[in-house]
Nanobody, 123 residues
């Protein structure tokens, strides 16, 4: 069992930055690919970024590529999402998730999900 707890959300002005963190419980963190997803009001949850267990492979959605960076610290059981050049369209609840297969994480087929953290970008 893996429990995920996101933090770092908040209110930021357009053009600003935030760094989200997702702390995982358990001793097998490095076995899991990790992903970040977001759900805007009235929309479905969407994939945004993923990173492999060892951290050597990353993949991003077109909407965040070049602005967001996913990273992880396996010694701290934590995955991060650095978000730069934020705009109001980035406003959403952001979720982290864990899965054993990176391609399944991209598809949203994850084994564990966090509770989400709100990010609001004002214009």
């Amino acid at each position: 069992q893996v429990q995920l707890v996101e933090s770092g959300g908040g209110l930021v002005q357009a053009g600003g930055s935030l760094r989200l963190s997702c702390a995982a419980s358990g001793r097998t963190f490095s076995r899991y690919a990790m992903g970040w997803f977001r759900q805007a009001p009235g929309k479905d949850r969407e994939f945004e970024a993923t990173i492999s267990g060892a951290g050597g492979i990353t993949y991003y959605s077109d909407s965040v590529k070049g602005r967001f960076t996913i990273s992880r610290d396996n010694a701290k059981n934590t995955v991060y999402l650095q978000m730069n050049s934020l705009n109001p369209e980035d406003t959403a609840v952001y979720y982290c998730a864990a899965g054993t297969v990176l391609s399944k994480v991209v598809a949203g087929n994850c084994d564990y999900w966090g509770q989400g953290t709100q990010v609001t970008v004002s214009s």
